[in-house]
């Protein structure tokens, strides 16, 4: 997966979290209404929030 590409899926961000009272996943980032803009219609618009949700990177730093 290129960083492109991945810095811009949501899914694997762990900023996009599920929200109980919407019932729906939302980004903890408030984004401005450019960067908002950009994110859904800039193919090539990189996520300066991103960070990849890596559950076991705990895990390696006890190690």
């Known amino acids: 997966m290129t960083a492109k590409k991945r810095s811009t899926d949501c899914n694997s961000c762990v900023n996009f ?4 009272d919407y019932e729906e996943y939302t980004c903890l980032v408030n984004l401005d ?3 908002y803009y950009r994110l859904l219609n800039h193919s090539d618009y990189v996520c300066p929030y991103y960070r990849l949700d890596d559950e076991y990177g705990v895990v390696r730093k006890q190690n």
């Open 33 to 35: 209404e450019d960067e």
């Open 17 to 20: 979290v599920y929200d109980e």
